[in-house]
C-alpha cells in the first residue's frame, strides 16, 4: 500500500466492510488541518457483528496449542516488520509525526509483538503442594473469551501491540476500537496479522466515535474482558458500563508526572531529559514530565538552560525537526485555554504559550512548546492533564518537600528525579505514589517486557504489557487432581 487510504472500512470476519449505517467521518491531518481520509463511523450493530466473528473464531484459537500460537505471532511480527516502512508512513500521517520517530514505534511495536510470542511458551501456571495426600492441587490459564480493546492515538502502534498481542497470545477473540484520529495504522495493522497467517475472523477493527461505538463494547454482554488506554474520565465511564455486566476491566489512564531536580543533579542532564520528557511526541505521552520540580539552589540556571534548549526547539514533521503538532483541534483548543485561565490567575509564561502561528503551521495543530512557572500546586493547571507541550516548573526548597509536591497530584502514573545521592534516590523511588519511577533520566520510555501501569486516578491497579499483561487476559482456573481416589 502507498499513501494514506482515502477510505478506512472495519475489518469484519476477515474482511473489509463499511459501518452498516454507511456513515463516515474525515480524518484529518494534525499537520495540515486537512482531511486526509474518512474512516467508518460505526455503531451498536458493527460491534455486534465483530464480537460475534470474535466469538466465533475463538474456540479453534483457544485450542490451538500456545507454542503454536506464538509461532503465528512471530510470523506477524516478521510481516510488521517487512511492512514497516508503509506502517510508519501512515502513523506520521494520521498522527503528525516525523517518519523516523514513527519508524522507531513501528519498530517498538514488533518488538512488543515478538515478546508476547515468545510468551506462548510460557503460558504457565503454578503447581502447589495439597493439604490432602495422594491429591495435586494446580492453577492454569484459560482465556478469558472475547477481549474488547479501545486504544489512543498518541503512539498508534505501539498501542494496537500492546494490547491485541497479549490479548492473542492468551488464546482470546478480539474487537479493537482504535482512536478516532489515528484508524488507518489500526486497520493496515490487523491487515497485515491475518495476511501472516493469524486466523480470519479472529481479529476485528471497528471505527468510529468513542461516545458512539464505545458505549456498545464496553457494555456488550458477550464481551469478557475490556482493556482500555485513554483519559481518566473515560475511562471512569468504562468502569461503570462495564462494571454492570461485573467484566474484567483494565484501564491505563492519564498522567501529570514529576520531574525532579535536586541541587547535586548533573544540569545538562537534567535539561535534556527534561526537554525529551516534556516536549518530545509534542507532549503527548501518557508519562510525560509536566510538572517539574526543582531545588531552590539551581532553579535559575537550570530554568534558564531549560528556556534557551526550548526556544530552540524546531516545530514540524521533517527529519530535522523536535516535535509535531497536537492530535487535534480539540485537544490544542483545550491546552491554550487552560494556559489562558493559568496567566488570568498570575502565571508566568516563560516561553510559548499559544498556538504556532509561522506560515507553514499556522494550519495545523501546533502547539508553542510553552513553559510555565509561578504557579500554585493547587492550581487547575498543576492538576489537569493537557497531554501536550505545557510543562509547569515549581520551585521546592529541599528534599521533604518533594515527596509532598510529586504527590500532590490526583494521578499516579510515573515520576523521574535527578541525583547523585543513592538515599535521596531511592527514597524518591521507593516512596513516590506511581507505579514507574526513574533515576536520572525522563518520566518516559518503557519496555515492552516491563509492567507498566499506574496508581491513584491513572489505572485501576493492572499492568501491561511485560508477562503481567498475562493475567488481564487470561482467567486463572485451579485444577485439583486425586491420583488415588479411595484415599481420599
Ligand atoms: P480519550 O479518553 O478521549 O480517548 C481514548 C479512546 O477512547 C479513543 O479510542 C476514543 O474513541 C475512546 N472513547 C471515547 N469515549 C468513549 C466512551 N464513552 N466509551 C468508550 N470509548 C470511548 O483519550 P485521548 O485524549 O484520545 O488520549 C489521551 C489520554 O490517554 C491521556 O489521558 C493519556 O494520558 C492517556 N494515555 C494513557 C496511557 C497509559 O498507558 N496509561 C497511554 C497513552 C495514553
Known amino acids: 500500500m502507498t499513501g494514506y487510504p482515502s477510505f478506512i472500512p472495519n475489518l469484519v470476519g476477515g474482511a473489509d466492510c463499511p459501518a452498516q449505517s454507511g456513515e463516515q467521518v474525515e480524518v484529518l491531518s494534525p499537520h495540515t488541518g486537512a482531511a486526509i481520509g474518512r474512516l467508518s463511523r460505526s455503531g451498536a450493530e458493527d460491534i455486534d457483528r ?52 514513527a519508524l522507531g514505534e513501528a519498530g517498538a511495536a514488533v518488538q512488543c509483538a515478538r515478546f508476547f510470542a515468545g510468551e506462548g511458551q510460557r503460558l504457565f501456571g503454578r503447581t502447589m503442594t495439597s493439604g490432602t495426600p495422594h491429591r495435586w492441587a494446580m492453577t492454569i490459564r484459560r482465556p478469558c473469551g ?21 490479548a492473542l497470545i492468551c488464546g482470546n477473540g478480539v474487537v479493537l476500537k482504535p482512536a478516532e484520529d489515528t484508524p488507518a495504522s489500526a486497520w493496515f495493522m490487523a491487515k497485515v496479522a491475518e495476511d501472516a497467517g493469524l486466523p480470519s475472523g479472529l481479529l476485528n477493527v471497528v471505527h468510529g466515535l468513542g461516545a458512539e461505538v ?22 471512569r465511564e468504562i468502569a461503570e458500563t462495564a462494571g454492570r455486566s461485573l467484566k474484567k476491566v483494565s484501564l491505563e489512564l492519564g498522567g501529570k508526572n514529576a520531574l525532579v531536580i535536586c541541587d547535586d543533579a548533573d544540569l545538562d542532564n537534567a535539561v535534556h531529559w527534561a526537554k525529551l520528557a516534556s516536549f518530545s511526541n509534542a507532549g503527548q505521552r501518557c508519562a510525560a514530565s509536566s510538572r517539574i520540580i526543582v531545588f531552590d539552589e539551581v532553579y535559575d540556571a537550570f530554568v534558564e538552560s531549560f528556556v534557551a534548549a526550548t526556544r530552540a526547539l524546531k516545530l514540524g514533521v521533517e527529519d530535522d525537526c523536535d516535535l509535531g503538532p497536537v492530535i487535534n483541534a480539540r485537544q490544542l483548543a483545550n491546552m491554550i485555554a487552560t494556559v489562558e485561565r493559568a496567566k488570568a490567575a498570575g502565571a508566568r509564561v516563560l516561553t510559548g504559550g499559544g498556538r504556532a502561528t509561522e506560515p507553514a503551521l499556522r494550519e495545523g495543530f501546533y502547539m508553542q512548546p510553552t513553559i510555565i512557572e509561578g504557579v500554585d500546586p493547587a492550581a487547575e493547571i498543576s492538576g489537569a ?6 510543562p509547569v516548573v515549581y520551585r521546592v526548597k529541599g528534599f521533604q518537600e518533594v515527596l509532598a509536591l510529586a504527590d500532590a497530584s490526583p494521578y499516579g502514573l510515573t ?22 519511577a526513574v533515576i536520572n533520566a525522563g518520566t518516559h520510555g518503557s519496555e515492552p ?4 501501569g499506574g496508581v ?33
Open 456 to 488: 491513584k486516578a491513572s489505572g485501576n491497579g493492572t499492568r501491561e504489557p511485560g508477562t503481567e499483561a498475562l493475567d488481564v487476559y487470561s482467567e486463572l482456573k485451579d485444577i485439583y487432581v486425586n491420583v488415588r481416589p479411595e484415599r481420599v
Open 146 to 166: 472475547v477481549a474488547g480493546l479501545i486504544t489512543a492515538a498518541n503512539t498508534p502502534a505501539p498501542n494496537f501491540a500492546w494490547k491485541v498481542f497479549p
Open 50 to 101: 465483530a464480537v460475534a466473528s470474535a466469538r466465533g473464531a475463538q474456540p479453534a484459537w483457544a485450542a490451538t496449542p500456545g507454542v503454536r500460537r506464538g509461532e503465528i505471532l512471530h510470523a506477524v511480527a516478521n510481516a510488521l516488520e517487512t511492512h514497516r516502512q508503509e506502517l510508519a508512513q501512515i502513523v506520521a500521517l494520521e498522527a503528525g509525526k516525523r517518519l523516523p520517530d
Open 385 to 390: 492533564e493537557l497531554f501536550g507541550p505545557v
Open 415 to 436: 515520576a523521574a528525579i535527578h541525583t547523585r545521592d543513592v538515599d535521596r534516590a531511592l527514597t524518591f523511588a521507593e516512596q513516590v505514589r506511581t507505579g514507574v
Open 449 to 452: 517486557h516491563m509492567p507498566f
Open 214 to 235: 464505545g458505549p456498545p463494547l464496553t457494555g456488550h454482554a458477550d464481551v469478557d474482558v475490556i482493556s482500555f488506554t485513554g483519559s481518566t474520565r473515560v475511562g
